[in-house]
């Protein structure tokens, strides 16, 4: 599965990204830039949806904004 999160402007930092796995946090990262790319590998059994948290903040108005995905549902054989 392939994380990724991308700020659109200079002064916005990724501050945490929660990978989420069958309502669970599965991983959480503090990439601290503008952009967060990694590619997890799990052994996948059973039927269950990940997605993903993400907080950015911007520095030049002190403002924290907040994103997540849209479930990604899998069941595997």
């Known amino acids: 599965m392939n994380a990724s999160a ?4 200079a ?4 501050e945490k990204v929660d990978v ?3 309502g669970e946090i599965m991983k959480t990262v503090n990439p601290g830039s503008a952009t967060y790319v990694e590619t997890l590998k799990e052994n996948v ?3 269950g949806y990940y997605r993903i948290e993400v907080t950015s903040y911007d520095s030049s108005s ?3 904004y907040y994103a997540w995905s849209n479930p ?3 069941e595997a054989s």
């Open 6 to 9: 991308n700020s659109e402007s």
């Open 11 to 14: 002064s916005v930092i990724v």
């Open 20 to 22: 989420i796995k069958n």
């Open 45 to 47: 059994t059973g039927a």
């Open 62 to 64: 002190g403002r924290r």
């Open 72 to 74: 990604v549902f899998f």
